[in-house]
Every structure is written in C-alpha cells, then in structure tokens.
C-alpha cells in the first residue's frame, strides 16, 4: 500500500486511490486551506492558498529531497514516498500573504453579510492569516449584482476562485457565469438577457467560499450560528439526495447538500434546494377532523384529539367494512410498513396499493453527470417493496381507483403528504360513495372536501425514517424540525394505532422489518450516513 | 433567439467560416471572428457577440469573457476612425511618450481612452508597441508613426483625421 | 575598434525586396531546406538543433533541439508547432524587424522545425500592433504555397504543413507558452498549470511545441550554415560546469531608451552591454552617463553603469543580481531620470498585464503600483520600500508562488531597483513627504485615475 509522509506521520492509502496531498494530509489530518479546488471541479490552482512544501522519500534509502520551492497541494499527486509538509515557516508566511492579498480589496463587510459565521476568508484569516493591516486604506464598495432568479452577486467580495464559473461550465452545461476584464479589475458577470437560471444554479452559492454569491432566497433571513443542522433526505425526487436541513426553533431556514459520493456527490437542485417553503405554508392541515354529520358532505370538520383519533379511526374503518389503503411513495419504509400493519389488523383482507406517484415528463441529466429525475416522490421503490411482503401483487394506484370503482371497497385510507396539489375532482368522486374516507394529506384538496376524517401530514424534515431511492439506495435520516402543534407525523399515528408504547422509534421498527425480510435485510444494522445499497444483500 | 436584424452581415460570417477549415473545433475562431467584425464595425456590440455565440455553438458568456479579457475591444459604441495607440512603455517613456498622450488628450479635449465626440479620433494609451527604435511612437490604424514630439504627433493625427472622413 | 558582426540574421536588412521569396531564394535559402527534406530524417534534424546548442529566443532560453524530445515519440497526432510572435516584451523589437524584412527565412525555419517535430500544421500568434508584420508574413506564406513549399507532400517528401497567421488583441501575456495556447484556442488567456506540458498535452489537448520568431530563424541560418558555424559563435559553454548549455550562435539586441542611435543590431551572444552601447548604439545620448540599463526587457531588471561589463550571454545578466538575458532588449536610463519614475513605469506596465488568474500576481502587481502612485504624488513612506521589497521577493514562479513567470517579470524591476537604488528612493520619499515619510500604519491610499 502506498505510504504518504505528512509532517513526519505516515500514513497508508489505497493502492487504486488518486489522490492530491490535500486529501492525503486530510487522512492525516492535517486540513490544508484551500479556496479555488473542489473535488468535483477541474484543477485551476489559482488561488495559492495551498501552498505547502512537499518531497520524495527514496524508497530503498529512505533519504528525503524536498522541493525548493513550494507546490500548490491541489494539483499535487500524493504517492508513494511523497512527503508532505503543511506547517513550516516558509507555507505558514506564504498562507498569510495570499490572506493578506485576498483582504486588500476584500469589503470588510462582515457585519453586514449573511457569509460570517461560515466565511472561509473568515476562518483562514484568524487560522492563518495577519494580524495588522499593511496594505493603504480606501473606502470599499459592495456592488450588488442581479445574476439570476435565485442568486445575488456581491461583486467586490469576490476572490476570483472562479468555482462558479467552473460549475456553470462543467457541472450543469449552461455556461451562463463568466469573467470579465482583466487582473486585479476582473469580475464575475452574466451576459446581459442570458441570467444565471439552469435547474442546479443554487450550487454555486454553495460553491463560493466567501460571501459574494449569495441565495436570495436566504438573504438575510439567519445568522448561520443560529442554526443547527441536521442530516436528511430531499424529498422532492426519487434521487434521493443526501441533504442538510438547517433550522433554528423549528423553523426551517435553507437546505444544503449532504456530500454522498453514491447519490448526489456534492450537488442538489432548485427544486430540492428551495422545496421546503410548504413545511411552513400557513394553509397545510393542522389538527385532526372528523366530519360530523352522518353524510360525508355538506358538515364541516370537528377537531379529535389525537388520543381519540387512535381509537375512533380504528372503530370507523372497522364498522365500514372493506378497506383499501393508498400508501403514499412520500411515506418512509417504517411509515408504510406499519400504515399496511395496521390496515390489516382492522381487516385482514384489506387492498394495499401504492399511493399516486406524481411524475414530470422526463429525467434530466446534466454533462457533469447529475440527474433530476421524472418521478417526484423520494420512496416509491421502498413502499413498493414493503407492500410486496404483504402483497406480492403490489398494486398501484390506478389499481387502488379501478379497485374502488369496482365497488370492492367501503373505507378508503389516502395518504398523500404532497408538498402540491395531486389529485383532482374527477379522482376524488371516485371515493365519494364510500362509507368512510380518510384523507390524510399536507394540503386541503378535492379529496379532503369528500373526506371522512381529514388528517395532517409530515413535511420531510419533520419526518423520520428511511427511503429507497431510484438506484436501490436506502438512506435513514433523523427528525430536523418539530412539525406545528396539532401536527401527528404519520408514524407516530401509525405506532400508536398499533398499540405500540412510548415514542415512536423508526429504528426498532426499521429493525423489525430488516429481521422479518430478505428486501430490507440491509437495514438490519447501523446505516452508514450515506446509506446502503439493498441489493447487495438481498442477493445473499 | 436572435430576434433583430443581424448585425454580422453575411460578408462578415463568410469570412469566419473561411477560416473554420483551419481549427479542429469552432471555438478556435472567436478570436478571429471578434477582429472581422471590429475591423468593419470599430466595435463588437453585445447583439455581434450573441450572433458570434450561435455560430460557434458557445455561450454568449463564454465569447464575452474572452473579449473582455482583452481589454481592446469596444462595445458600446464605436471608437474613432482613427484610433491612436500611445505607446507608454519604458522605451516609449524615456523619450517623451507621456508627454506626447498628455498633449494629445488635451488638444482633443479627451481624457485616455476617450473618443472625440465627432467620432474621429480614440486615443488610448497603449504598452510596449515593439517600435522602440522609433519612440516615441504611435500606432494609428496601422500606420506607425515614428519619432514623434507632442506637436508633430498632433500633427500627423490630424492628417490622418481629415483622411478618414 | 572591432570589426561589428556581419549579419546573417539580419542579412536582408537594406536589400531592396529583400522580403521576397525571390530574394530569399537568391541568398541562399530554401535550398537547406529542400536538402533535410531528401536526406535527412525528423530525428536527425532534432539532433542537429541540439548540437548546435540553440537555446530559446523568446526569453527563458531552454535548449531548443532538447524541448523537441519532449514530445511523445510514435504519437498518431495532429502535432502542433506554435510560433510565437507575440513579442510584447517592453524594449522589444528584434521579431518585428525578422518579420518585416525576412519572413522567408522565418518560414524556412519553420517548415524545418515542423519536420523535426511532425508538427502538420503551424500557427503564428502574431501581436495585434505589427500589421506590417502581418502583411510581410503573408504575402511570403502565399509565396511559399505557390513555389511548392508548403501544403501537401512538401517536394514529394511525404510531409505536409500548413502554416495559418492567428491575430492577438493586445495582452502581453499571451506570449507566455501557455497563454497563447490558450488564446490560441478561444479563451481568456490564463496560463495553465503546469504538468502537463505543452510538449505532452497543449494547443486543443494536442502535443505542442511553442518557439519564438528568432529561434525560427536560427534554426533556418543552423540549416544553411552548419552545428560547426553556429557553435563557432558566442561564448561556449564552461568546461567546469556540466550543466552550463553555453550560449551559441549570433543575437539580436534590441537597444532603446537613452542612445544615440537606437536600433536592432546583430553580435555574437556575449558582447556586452557596455559595447553594445558604444560602438553600436552611438553611446549614451547628449553625452550623457548611463544611471541604470535594462539587459534584455523590462522583466529582466537593471543593471547599474559598474555593471555594464556584465556579459550579454545567457549566463551574464544572473551574475549580477538580474533574472536574466531575456529578450536581449538594451534599454539604457541616464541620469537624468527618477529611479521611482523608472519602477512606476515598471509596475504600472505589469499591474495592466497581468492575467488575474493567481493571487499574488494579480494583488501584489495592483498593490505595489499604488504604493508608487502614493510615492510619485508625494505621500510616500519608508516602510512603503519595506514592503515593495517582500512583494518583489516573493511573488513568481520561482519561489512557487504563481502559475507563469509574469509575477518574477514583475518582481524584479522592484528588486532590483530597491537593492541597488535604495538610497535614491529614500531620499526622494523623505524630500516628497518631509512629514510622513516616517509612519508606519497604513495610510489611506490615493484615487488612481488612468492607472490602468
């Protein structure tokens, strides 16, 4: 296995691997500073920040030569024999003059922009930068710049990393960022009628280390050391990209990818990115109703406890007879499963299908290899796979409608959790004979107007729980916000309508299903951030 | 997209498309197309870089970078029909060139870089010219002007200025 | 007074149409070529150049026929020759007058060095300022076409070249090897890092070799005349020290600035400067005593008067204090001017050029630059040399601080000019700015107006 020495620690990497010393000396962990290279960019090696001084160890002597001169570690191969040195005198003065020439111009702004708190010029500066000021004072500017719908440009902060224009470039095709001018002059600009607005331009706010592109739809909203972070999963696709969900006080705040080399690597889109606003739509249900009168129609909803509803709903579907339960691909796998434990405890014969899967017309993948796909829900193979345990058919919605129509039902239970509209009138008559319909869905729609009983939904981040995405991938993440008062998560409603104690707990159901069958077996033990491939044992 | 009347006539795009046999790819001739259109039009107005764009299937972004880069090619509107390089290297310098561009924008009434508003005269300061056996010199259209003192450069540009009419 | 050096260089200067191919032919060229083309092979004629011990023209001055063995042996291809004509160099004209008055001898070593090197097709970037150039390199391209020179099955051998002119816009920086590759190819021309090398992967990914006009021209003069012929010429390389490649063959010095006569004259590599001043350029002019000489371009530094001895070879500049031969550009300042007139002019130029890419370039070039504009206005301190010293000393390639050696072509006008200056800054700061010369802190900074 090849060995790299970083400041006299040897360490191993893997004899496949192809890595530059920034990511050896990580393994170290040693963090050299870095502001233009990304992993998932070209090499541009420009801004210097990295600098460090590196050599070879002769293998057979192991004598040291070092370089005379200092290397960029980005564009540096780390192999066997290389030596790495990140703390000497001569890169600890280099890193404080690419700090001290990045602050010349730099608007001392921070107390004014939204970067401070999670500023990489911040951080390396107090890390490894001056302490006095040497260059001349002048009076900054802070031009702000439109360059899209959804991002902002503070012009005179920026510090030519030139990732954005990278990403635009490689990463989603568009090419709409570019640089303007010449030397210390240059700027980053749209062309005028050609504004920065391909479905991933969110990513480069990410992207930029400083605080000179900014999200507009974040601007100004949370200081970032409010926030806490919590690992989740988009669910606005059967992607499935790896997300942090950044809230304070149950407030949602902004989503950022979760780096997952399987999924998503480093990127999310906008929908995804910007897809959290209904979580907090005054208008989605809250509190559970049952229609009062005797007819479904025509009474409005009185409130039910939750304590009640538990009983009450078990006793409705009960009484009304044949049950068909729509499973919604917006559940979790834990969600699904016991939403299918609980329909046949209250009849054992009770029609199981997979909930509408809202679809757009067609996946759309981009040249770095990113994909958005057609299907707009997180877990459809997932629920797919836990009806199958009960019901090797596995039917769809379509034939949870024809099934209905058939006159083969008396109690419909939808769950929905859409984050919009997804079902019409037309569809919603369907269910309109029956003697008990239960909508339970994040908004109001036709099928609520019908309803039986009208329950609430969870939005992803109150959620907890595991999905399945398109490529077979099950990732588990936990609860970041606790949903409005009057707000059941349906898993908590599912768990005590199986007479289970305490608080709902996603793992030990997880746990449950992973024992009792052969699809889920994967998620028997701990699952890596990242999530885990359930193919790999099923095949097993 | 292109919804006005184009700015590269055909003419201008035949002469791009000469060139294409000479490149393995087409963004090779963005240099080359932004000199056709400025040597016809003293400019390259944003509406030329777009219709440049298409031809060469690039981002309208991505031909406007590189333009920029340059720092020589104007946009807004076009530059004298004389346009008068000052040379203000060191060579230059050392025999009297920045007399000589002071002297200029003066007599014109311009600052650097500035166009007379007849349109007839640009004078931009400009580096090293190669010419130093004749500085302090200028480089007007492609005409080099040798040896110059600030009366004679004022001189030989208003000759030039009243050819170019 | 010793006989001046007969040109071969510049052997068509004075001839009337001496730019023709007629012409060309009637002094003796095209035959050399036509000779390699039927009796040598590609190999043989890299070994000649290297033997010859032609060093690069353009500036760094690497063995020439040594960077044609960096490209891959058995490549399918396409192989790139660019040749660089950028010359943009503050001081520098020796290309333009090689292009106006002899392009068939550019061409002739261009053709020969694309059989060297396979190249199929050859570029010449030429600078936006020399349309003389163009028209001259043009019209001898149309010539050589119609006389069987170029094109397809060049003389029946089985090689074929094209050569295209690609026109600049003005940026000195595109005369960095990879600068132009990357203008060459449509985009803003920022350096690339370096591996991989032009010669492995360059012009459209491509194997590529870059060389200067002059080199081109040598290599023609290498080709007529013979290894022994160049070898003869110049200052052969130091018998002590292995690693001296010596500096062969005739150079053209570009001498401006302070003289009598300033013009491009052609010697043996070596003269020096002193020489070259007086029985070339007619001396310092009005009878005046040198102050400082530039020894070849402004990257290169200064040279005080003691220092005129110093030889122009490709070692003799380094010896005292400078960064090297360069461009053999000569650019001679009395005494009559402001040292700190001289380095704004410097910074000013470099701080226009540079490319923005790297961090120290393109901050250290804008700050030292306001720091001579606050110098210049009279606002200047002594800690403002303290500082310009630390940007000259480590900003460059050298101390691995950039991507392309424009930021040591920066750094050392400042170098220089502080460590043999010093006395003369000071005492203009402390005369200018009788009461603030002494501060420490920073100080507020001037609102430039045309510095760019």
């Known amino acids: 296995m090849p060995t790299v020495i970083v400041d006299g620690k040897e360490i191993e990497i893997g004899a496949d691997e192809r890595l530059n010393c920034i990511e ?6 040693a963090e050299i500073p870095h502001y233009c290279w990304h992993p998932g960019l070209s090499v541009v090696a420009s801004c210097r920040m990295c600098l460090i001084e590196t050599g ?6 192991g004598k040291i030569a070092m370089m005379p001169k200092l290397v960029p570690a980005c564009q540096t191969p780390a192999k066997d024999g290389t030596v790495i040195v990140t703390e000497s005198t001569l890169v600890k003065e280099s890193r404080a003059r690419v700090e ?3 602050l010349i111009d730099h608007p001392i702004d921070c107390p004014i922009c939204d970067k401070a708190g999670e500023c990489l010029l911040q951080d390396y500066h107090f890390q490894h930068g001056q302490s006095e000021r040497r260059a001349d004072l002048h009076p900054f500017t802070s031009r702000r710049r439109d360059v899209g719908p959804t991002v902002t440009l503070f012009v005179d902060r920026c510090i030519m990393c030139t990732r954005c224009v990278r990403f635009t470039r490689e990463v989603s095709g568009s090419s709409e960022l570019m640089v303007i001018n010449r030397g210390s002059k240059e700027e980053i600009d749209v062309f005028p009628g050609y504004p920065l607005d391909n479905k991933l331009s969110g990513n480069v706010v990410d992207l930029c280390p400083v605080g000179a592109l900014g999200d507009k739809d974040f601007l100004y909203q949370q200081r970032v050391w409010f926030m806490k972070r919590e690992a989740n999963v988009c669910g606005g696709c059967s992607a499935g990209c790896s997300i942090f969900t950044e809230h304070n006080q149950d407030t949602v705040y902004r989503l950022k990818p979760r780096e997952n080399p399987h999924v998503n690597t480093w ?3 906008d929908e995804g990115r910007y897809g959290w606003h209904h979580i907090h739509d005054e208008s989605r249900i809250v509190g559970a109703g049952r229609r009062g009168a005797a007819a479904n129609q025509q009474a409005s909803f009185d409130t039910v406890e939750w304590s009640d509803v538990v009983t009450r709903l078990r006793a409705d579907l009960k009484q009304a007879g044949r049950l068909a339960v729509a499973v919604s691909p917006m559940l979790t ?3 699904a499963w016991m939403l299918c434990a609980v329909a046949r405890s209250i009849d054992p014969q009770a029609f199981l299908a997979v909930g509408h899967v809202p679809r757009a017309s067609a996946d759309e993948t981009f040249p770095g290899g990113f994909t958005i796909r057609a299907e707009k829900c997180p877990n459809r193979l997932g629920v797919e796979a836990v009806i199958s345990l009960f019901d090797p058919a596995v039917p769809t919605w379509e034939g949870l409608l024809e099934h209905v129509r058939a006159g083969r039902a008396d109690a419909a239970w939808i769950t929905g959790a859409y984050p919009t509209a997804w079902i019409d009138g037309d569809t919603a008559a369907v269910f309109a004979g029956l003697a008990c319909v239960v ?8 099928l609520s107007e019908i309803a039986t009983w009208r329950l609430p939904a969870a939005g992803f981040a109150e959620r907890a729980g595991t999905w399945v995405n398109v490529a077979h991938r099950a990732q588990s993440f936990q609860q970041a916000v606790r949903p409005p008062a009057g707000v059941w998560p349906e898993g908590r409603l599912f768990w005590n309508m199986l007479g289970r104690r305490g608080l709902y707990d996603p793992s030990a159901v997880r746990r449950q299903i992973a024992e009792s069958s052969a699809t889920f077996a994967a998620l028997a033990g701990e699952i890596p951030a990242t999530g885990v491939d359930l193919r790999i044992h099923q095949l097993a | 997209m292109i919804a006005q009347p184009r700015i590269l006539t055909p003419e201008m795009v035949a002469k791009i498309e000469a060139l294409a046999p000479r490149y393995p790819n087409r963004r090779a001739l963005t240099l080359p197309a932004l000199h056709i259109v400025n040597d016809v039009l003293r400019h390259v107005p944003l509406q030329a870089v777009v219709e440049i764009a298409h031809m060469l299937g690039l981002a309208p972004a991505e031909v406007q970078d590189t333009l920029t880069f340059y720092q020589f090619f104007h946009q807004e509107k076009p530059h004298g029909r004389v346009r008068a390089f000052v040379c203000r290297s060191i060579s230059c310098a050392l025999r009297g060139g920045d007399q000589v561009l002071d002297h200029l924008c003066h007599s014109a009434g311009i600052q650097p870089y500035g166009t007379t508003p007849d349109g007839s005269l640009t004078v931009e300061p400009a580096e090293c010219l190669g010419a130093c056996d004749f500085a302090p010199c200028i480089l007007a259209n492609d005409q080099l002007l040798k040896n110059l003192t600030p009366e004679s450069a004022e001189a030989r540009l208003r000759d030039l200025r009243t050819q170019a009419t | 007074m010793p006989t001046p050096f007969k040109p071969v260089l510049l052997e068509a200067v004075g001839i009337p149409d001496g730019q023709t191919l007629a012409s060309y032919r009637s002094r003796g060229g095209y035959a050399p070529l036509e000779k390699l083309l039927a009796e040598k092979q590609p190999g043989e004629v890299v070994e000649m150049v290297k033997a010859s011990g032609l060093r690069g023209r353009g500036g760094a001055g690497f063995s020439t026929g040594l960077k044609w063995t960096f490209l891959p042996k058995d490549h399918p291809g396409p192989i790139y020759l660019c040749i660089n004509a950028d010359e943009s160099e503050p001081g520098t004209f020796n290309n333009r007058i090689l292009m106006e008055d002899d392009p068939h001898q550019v061409i002739e070593g261009t053709i020969i060095s694309a059989y060297a090197t396979r190249a199929g097709t050859a570029y010449i970037y030429l600078r936006y300022e020399y349309p003389n150039s163009w028209n001259r390199l043009q019209a001898a391209i149309d010539e050589a076409y119609a006389a069987g020179l170029l094109g397809k099955n060049i003389r029946g051998s089985g090689f074929s070249l094209d050569i295209y002119l690609h026109r600049g816009a003005a940026a000195y920086i595109c005369g960095e090897e990879t600068g132009l590759i990357e203008s060459l190819e449509g985009k803003r021309a920022w350096p690339r890092i370096k591996p991989p090398f032009p010669a492995i992967e360059g012009l459209f990914h ?4 870059v060389n200067n006009i002059e080199t081109m021209a040598c290599v023609a003069q290498i080709a007529r005349r013979g290894v022994d012929w160049f070898r003869s010429i110049g200052v052969p390389s130091d018998p002590n020290n292995p690693r001296d490649p010596g500096s062969y063959g005739p150079k053209l010095y570009c001498l401006s600035g302070h003289v009598e006569r300033p013009g491009c004259y052609e010697a043996a590599l070596g003269i020096t400067a002193r020489e070259l001043i007086d029985q070339y350029g007619g001396g310092v002019w009005k009878g ?46 009395d005494e009559t001017v402001s040292i700190v007139d001289f380095l704004h002019n410097s910074c000013r130029f470099f701080a226009h050029e540079s490319c923005g890419q790297c961090t120290p370039c393109r901050e250290g070039t804008s700050w030292s630059l306001r720091m001579l504009e606050r110098i210049k206005a009279g606002q200047g301190r002594l800690r403002d040399l303290d500082l310009l010293a630390e940007i000259g000393s480590t900003m460059g390639m050298m101390p691995g601080s950039t991507i392309c050696g424009l930021a040591d072509g920066a750094a050392w006008p400042i170098k220089n000019a502080l460590k043999k200056f010093r006395g003369e800054f000071e005492e203009y700061i402390k005369r200018t700015n009788p009461h603030g010369w002494m501060v420490t802190d920073p100080v507020p900074a001037l609102q430039i107006v045309g510095a760019h």
């Open chain 1, 24 to 29: 050896a000396a990580r393994r170290a962990g």
């Open chain 1, 56 to 61: 070879t160890r002769d293998a057979a002597s």
């Open chain 1, 100 to 102: 001290e020439a990045l």
């Open chain 1, 267 to 269: 990127w999310i889109c």
């Open chain 1, 333 to 335: 796998v834990e969600e």
């Open chain 1, 439 to 446: 909508a339970q869905d994040f908004f109001d729609s036709p």
């Open chain 3, 206 to 209: 491509k194997p590529t070799v």
């Open chain 3, 288 to 333: 005046r005593k040198a102050k400082a000489v530039i020894p070849g371009g402004i990257s290169m530094g200064l040279m005080t008067e003691a220092e005129l001895d110093t030889p122009l070879d490709f070692a003799g500049p380094g010896k005292v204090g400078c960064l090297g031969l360069g461009t053999a550009a000569v650019v001679v300042i």
